[in-house]
């Protein structure tokens, strides 16, 4: 089994900034890719940043020049750090882990969400 606990969520003010972390647990061999993706009210969930255990690193258009991902690799823990915060990046934030177990499987897990609500 993989957990996946994020923590970070919150109330800010446009142009405002917050830090999201997501700590994976379990039967972890090594964590192949970590992403963020987020869900608006009444929209589809949608890929806002991910990263892959080489570093490379992709990201929504919309989120480009704001957001940061970045992994801890010693601590199984990735982060989203997000800038310039804009009303519309209110949503429900996701994490997401594509893990080899040390069962020898692979295993795609998601977190339980963390609300982000950007509002003056």
């Known amino acids: 089994q993989v957990q996946l606990v994020e923590s970070g969520g919150g109330l800010v003010q446009p142009g405002g900034s917050l830090r999201l972390s997501c700590a994976a647990s379990g039967t972890i061999l090594s964590i192949y890719s970590s992403a963020w993706h987020r869900q608006a009210p009444g929209k589809q969930r949608e890929l806002v940043a991910s990263i892959i255990n080489d570093g490379n690193t992709n990201y929504a258009d919309s989120v480009k020049g704001r957001f940061t991902i970045s992994r801890d690799n010693a601590k199984n823990t990735v982060i989203l750090q997000m800038n310039s915060l804009k009303p519309e990046d209110t949503a429900v934030y996701y994490c997401?882990?594509?893990?080899?177990?040390?069962?020898?499987?692979?295993?795609?897990?998601w977190g339980q969400g963390t609300q982000v609500t950007v509002s003056s």
């Open positions: 997401n882990a594509g893990v080899w177990t040390t069962g020898g499987g692979f295993r795609n897990s």
